[in-house]
């Protein structure tokens, strides 16, 4: 198959970094994938996946086989008149397959509408929203691994996932490929409705509409009214986790800051909204050369034009700095940072 060297990644992350791949990949089958895994010719290098490029931030030059699966596909395998298992290739887009579902009367993925990037790569951030994780859904899935080119099948308590978290992005990262994942969905809705905003505009729909269509467009309209379209304003979607706090912890926070939102969760800590946190310590809206978080939702880092992944690092670092100063709370970052500085002989052919 086809592989590009020092291919321009400007246009394969929402933040719109300037970054190159050292080689460029994208294999439209499994075969395919594993042909140019086990090929001879890229052994040795690094090897590393990326889907839409909607949660990277990225910087200087990707090292090695940079792969973004091009697997297509949504197909019904099993369906018992009530529920039924659905396989979808890793490149498929997102909300592409969201909206086929709820289009098919197929319910429960409608709460993760309108997040981009790949179905391959949902898996590894475990991708979530209003009130539903990617791991409620998810049966198992398929990956290929990038060292020996072999087709592995993870079910779901085998990718340990956890918030934001995965065995690919924490135990594994950059080891597997992730070609397939199959989900379970319903044929009747279960509306998922544990945002309060979310049910109160549920429940000022007509009774026809208050289906799984319905909560797709309610979301749809939540989004877009609280985060930019990457397409105008480059970005990444939320760029810190929502810290987890001890309960005591969050009862000393709330004593000093009265309005501080927490959600308790099921093991005795306490969510924090990272986005209230960050709009507190004044950067709400306020930027850093091209770099800024958004005037709307404080969550979001944008690139206002010509920002590259240094100039993300040094905004990222001093907002975590300035959280952590006034309440003590540790920020993470939730999109990946990929790339190094290479010397020009790096990107000659291999031997």
Avoid at 40 to 56: D, E, H, M
Avoid at 180 to 204: G, I, K, M, N, T
Avoid at 307 to 328: P, S, T
Wanted: hydrophobic fraction near 45%.
């Amino acid at each position: 198959m086809k592989v590009t060297a020092d291919h321009d990644l400007t246009a394969h992350n929402t933040l719109r970094l300037p970054a190159r791949a050292q080689w460029w990949a994208q294999p439209a089958s499994v075969a395919a994938l594993q042909a140019l895994v086990q090929d001879p010719a890229w052994q040795g290098l690094p090897r590393t996946v990326i889907g839409g490029g909607s949660n990277l931030v990225l910087e200087g030059t990707l090292p090695g086989l940079v792969i973004q699966p091009q697997l297509r596909g949504i197909r019904v395998e099993q369906d018992d008149g009530s529920g039924l298992h659905v396989t979808v290739g890793a490149g498929e887009d997102w909300d592409h397959l969201v909206a086929y579902t709820v289009a098919q009367g197929w319910s429960g993925l409608e709460n993760l509408s309108l997040i981009p990037g790949t179905v391959g790569a949902a898996p590894v951030q475990n991708i979530g929203a209003y009130g539903v994780e990617l791991c409620e859904r998810l049966v198992s899935l398929e990956a290929v691994d990038l060292r020996t080119g072999t087709l592995q099948s993870f079910d779901n308590a085998a990718c340990h996932f956890g918030y934001r978290d995965s065995y690919f992005k924490r135990e594994a990262p950059g080891r597997f490929a992730i070609v397939s994942v199959r989900l379970a969905l319903r044929r009747q809705a279960e509306p998922v409705l544990h945002y309060a905003d979310l049910a109160a505009r549920f429940a000022a729909l007509p009774s026809a509409q208050q289906n799984a269509a319905g909560v797709r467009e309610l979301v749809c309209a939540l989004r877009r009214s609280k985060l930019p379209d990457p397409a105008q304003l480059p970005n990444a979607g939320s760029f810190f986790k929502n810290p987890l706090v001890s309960a005591a912890r969050f009862d000393a926070l709330q004593a000093e800051y009265p309005g501080v939102p927490g959600h308790r969760q099921a093991d005795g800590s306490v969510k924090l909204a990272a986005g209230w946190l960050i709009e507190q310590a004044g950067w709400k809206g306020r930027a850093l050369g091209a770099v800024g978080m958004h005037d709307r939702q404080a969550l979001v880092l944008v690139n206002h034009g010509g920002a590259d992944g240094a100039a993300v690092r040094r905004l990222a670092a001093q907002v975590a700095a300035d959280v952590m100063a006034r309440f003590g709370v540790g920020l993470e970052q939730e999109p990946i940072a990929l790339g190094q500085v290479l010397s020009p002989d790096a990107v000659s052919t291999p031997a």
